[in-house]
């Protein structure tokens, strides 16, 4: 997978501007506040049509325009194309490939990205909501019938939350209450096999990205830290939660636990049980990284996911994706980030911010790569070494 070139319209701080990137590692580099970070979050829009950090789509435009523009030319396996993510203020995004009209669902993982933005430290920081967004996202930039089968198991949540709320503000005797009451058997029915499909589907993901992962965060931490990672099944009867569960097994427990909560949804609204409710725990030397990993511990178990995710990826579609890191020397000591750098494979498109650049010029000495300066929303100098 490679971005051949990029091209901005009223894009954040942004006015006009067209990237040609190299197939090799690109550093954009600048001081802060600069549009270094801007660049890439229209990268990852390309791939995902969203921005992590965006709350509101008209924040990504130009505070001075109505609309902007997020344009970029691709090579897979050969072939080019192109995908254009036009924003407007007042109004929905529209998405266009190869010059046709499209969704935005039809867009969705045609680039392949791994991305590190510096926030993704709340994957292992952050509530359990953060990491099942983490696996249910990567699963799902490569593996669209997960991505399907996701959707339509929240969608089953969230119908069946809303007859939770009904059933809740009607009296037992009312007439609709047995009404509603066999509309929560119906979703009942079908949770148990699109469940096991999510939770099959992160299994299969946390026993696969965590071998890569802890091969480097070792390596990044020069063999001082050993990474484990469990998922936590909210279904499951052991203490710590992390055994697999079989089909049948996983099944009988969910019915058995849909049952049993019945009467504390409908008092919550909720539904309480289920891989929505699960959670991933990362462990640094068999301690849980969210309670005793140190600042750079923890951006480093960040990264390693995300260096892990190139192989995930390469296995899936046999291909490397595009890895995108902002801010790649902050938090970390010289040792890490030489560690670091010296681990992405030249094969692998790169793109890079930072504040410093003198770093990389050390560390990549032999290798093809172009710099960036971003300056007040463009490029003011384009050099290679
Ligand atoms: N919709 C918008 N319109 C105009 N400017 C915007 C808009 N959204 C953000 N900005 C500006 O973009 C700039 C931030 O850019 P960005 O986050 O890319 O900086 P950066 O170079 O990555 O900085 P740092 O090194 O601090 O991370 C800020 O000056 C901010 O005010
Ligand atoms: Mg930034």
Same mark, same amino acid.
Do not use: W
């Given at each position: 997978?490679?971005?051949?070139?990029?091209?901005?319209?009223?894009?954040?701080?942004?006015?006009?501007?067209?990237?040609?990137?190299?197939?090799?590692?690109?550093?954009?580099?600048?001081?802060?506040?600069?549009?270094?970070?801007?660049?890439?979050?229209?990268?990852?829009?390309?791939?995902?049509?969203?921005?992590?950090?965006?709350?509101?789509?008209?924040?990504?435009?130009?505070?001075?325009?109505?609309?902007?523009?997020?344009?970029?030319?691709?090579?897979?396996?050969?072939?080019?194309?192109?995908?254009?993510?036009?924003?407007?203020?007042?109004?929905?995004?529209?998405?266009?490939?190869?010059?046709?009209?499209?969704?935005?669902?039809?867009?969705?993982?045609?680039?392949?990205?791994?991305?590190?933005? /510096?926030?993704?430290?709340?994957?292992?920081?952050?509530? /359990?909501?953060?990491?099942?967004?983490?696996?249910?996202?990567?699963?799902?930039?490569?593996?669209?019938?997960?991505?399907?089968?996701?959707?339509?198991?929240?969608?089953?949540?969230?119908?069946?939350?809303?007859?939770?709320?009904?059933?809740?503000?009607?009296?037992?005797?009312?007439?609709?209450?047995?009404?509603?009451?066999?509309?929560?058997?119906?979703?009942?029915?079908?949770?148990?096999?699109?469940?096991?499909?999510?939770?099959?589907?992160?299994?299969?993901?946390?026993?696969?990205?965590?071998?890569?992962?802890? =091969?480097?965060?070792?390596?990044?931490?020069?063999?001082?830290?050993?990474?484990?990672? =469990?998922?936590?099944?909210?279904?499951?009867?052991?203490?710590?939660?992390?055994?697999?569960?079989?089909?049948?097994?996983?099944?009988?427990?969910?019915?058995?636990?849909?049952?049993?909560?019945?009467?504390?949804?409908?008092?919550?609204?909720?539904?309480?049980?289920? /891989?929505?409710?699960?959670?991933?725990?990362?462990?640094?030397?068999?301690? /849980?990284? =969210?309670?005793?990993?140190?600042?750079?511990?923890?951006?480093?178990?960040?990264?390693?996911?995300?260096?892990?995710?190139?192989?995930?990826?390469?296995?899936?579609?046999?291909?490397?994706?595009?890895?995108?890191?902002?801010?790649?020397?902050?938090?970390?000591?010289?040792?890490?980030?030489?560690?670091?750098?010296?681990?992405?494979?030249?094969?692998?498109?790169?793109?890079?911010?930072?504040?410093?650049?003198?770093?990389?010029?050390?560390?990549?000495?032999?290798?093809?790569?172009?710099?960036?300066?971003?300056?007040?929303?463009?490029?003011?100098?384009?050099?290679?070494?």
């Amino acid at each position: 997978m490679q971005i051949l070139c990029v091209h901005l319209l009223s894009f954040r701080n942004i006015l006009c501007l067209e990237i040609a990137l190299s197939p090799g590692i690109n550093l954009f580099y600048g001081m802060n506040g600069q549009g270094k970070t801007n660049i890439l979050e229209s990268i990852e829009i390309l791939s995902t049509t969203r921005s992590q950090r965006a709350f509101k789509e008209a924040e990504l435009v130009n505070h001075a325009a109505d609309s902007a523009l997020v344009h970029g030319s691709f090579l897979k396996n050969d072939l080019d194309f192109e995908i254009s993510v036009n924003y407007f203020k007042n109004k929905k995004k529209t998405c266009v490939k190869n010059g046709k009209n499209t969704t935005a669902d039809a867009i969705f993982g045609s680039v392949n990205i791994v991305k590190f933005f /510096p926030k993704d430290v709340e994957i292992i920081c952050g509530a /359990p909501a953060c990491r099942r967004r983490y696996a249910d996202m990567e699963i799902s930039l490569t593996d669209r019938h997960y991505y399907n089968n996701y959707k339509n198991y929240i969608k089953l949540i969230e119908s069946r939350n809303a007859v939770l709320k009904s059933i809740s503000e009607i009296s037992e005797h009312d007439r609709k209450y047995l009404e509603l009451l066999n509309l929560i058997e119906s979703y009942d029915e079908l949770l148990p096999d699109i469940a096991y499909k999510v939770y099959r589907g992160r299994m299969e993901f946390i026993k696969e990205i965590s071998i890569y992962a802890n =091969r480097s965060h070792q390596m990044i931490s020069s063999n001082e830290e050993k990474l484990d990672m =469990r998922y936590r099944c909210c279904l499951s009867e052991n203490i710590d939660k992390s055994i697999d569960l079989n089909e049948n097994l996983f099944k009988s427990r969910l019915i058995f636990l849909l049952k049993k909560n019945l009467k504390n949804d409908i008092i919550r609204r909720l539904t309480n049980i289920g /891989p929505h409710k699960d959670d991933i725990e990362f462990l640094i030397n068999e301690k /849980p990284a =969210r309670i005793f990993g140190s600042t750079g511990q923890i951006k480093t178990l960040a990264v390693s996911l995300k260096l892990a995710q190139i192989d995930y990826v390469f296995n899936k579609i046999g291909d490397y994706p595009v890895l995108l890191i902002d801010d790649l020397t902050s938090e970390f000591d010289s040792r890490r980030l030489f560690n670091i750098i010296g681990s992405i494979s030249k094969e692998i498109q790169t793109i890079v911010t930072s504040t410093d650049h003198e770093i990389f010029k050390t560390a990549f000495s032999a290798a093809n790569i172009k710099y960036f300066q971003v300056s007040g929303g463009g490029i003011i100098k384009v050099s290679s070494g």
